[in-house]
């Protein structure tokens, strides 16, 4: 089953540029609607996998990519394709709006 990954500032970057729709949660562990979000996120790993990658970057740990993308309010997702932001969430949302999400990212370019 798969599990998000952990994106950080150094291998952010890497992990964009792929053709594969990539999701990334930006968090903080004190941030009350992160962690009411994280299951779904988790749950979107495994349903997603070898279709798009998932994964979380601490807000508090990494600063540059946050302040890069403007992130000030989180929970926020982000959906790269070829390192471009192509989607965006702001705030707790349904598994079911970011699978769909997700989804319309795979169609793009294909």
């Given amino acids: 089953m ?3 990954i ?3 500032d150094a291998n952010f970057d890497q992990i964009i540029a792929g053709d594969q729709p990539v999701l ?3 968090w903080a562990d004190w941030c009350g609607p992160c962690k009411m979000i994280a299951p779904a996120v988790e749950e979107l790993a495994g349903d997603f996998e070898g279709k798009a990658v998932v994964g979380k970057l601490d807000v508090q740990t990494n600063s540059q990519i946050p ?7 989180i929970p ?3 959906i790269f394709k070829n390192g471009q932001v192509i989607d965006k969430q ?8 970011l ?3 997700l989804n319309a990212a795979m169609e793009v370019g294909a």
Avoid: S
């Avoid at 302040?67 to 309010?73: A, D, V």
């Avoid at 702001?90 to 709006?97: I, L, R, S, W, Y």
């Fill in 6 to 8: 952990e994106i950080n």
């Fill in 99 to 101: 699978a769909q999400k």
């Fill in 90 to 97: 702001v705030g707790v949302a349904p598994k079911a709006v």
């Fill in 76 to 78: 926020t997702l982000l």
């Fill in 24 to 26: 990334v949660d930006f």
């Fill in 2 to 4: 798969g599990k998000a």
């Fill in 67 to 73: 302040y890069r993308f403007g992130i000030r309010n």
